[in-house]
């Protein structure tokens, strides 16, 4: 039970911090790689334009760009080295 009890106090913290990260969100987003929680930040906020750099080697970054994509933001997936200039 305390195991359960640990599971769901994280699944709720992970919904908090996405929702207050959201509130601070601009209309322009840069990140890298993955992360289910500013990937749920990003999707609450709904920022007119998002760019994600992929996160090479592992390429993380590509699932996000692809998620958010079919949640009809507008995303730009870059290289992590271009990432400063496609978010300009």
């Known amino acids: 039970q305390a195991a359960m009890d640990a599971c769901k106090a994280a699944l709720e913290a992970d919904a908090e911090a996405s929702s ?15 992360s289910g929680t500013v990937e749920a ?7 007119s334009r998002v760019v994600v750099a992929e996160s090479r080697p592992g390429r993380e970054g590509v699932g996000t760009a692809e998620r958010l994509a079919e949640a009809g933001i507008d995303v730009t997936l870059c290289a992590d080295s ?4 496609a978010a300009s």
């Open 20 to 34: 207050r990260a959201a509130d601070s969100l601009g209309e322009r987003v840069l990140t890298l790689s993955r």
């Open 41 to 47: 930040a990003i999707s609450e906020a709904e920022p």
């Open 82 to 85: 271009a990432a400063v200039t």
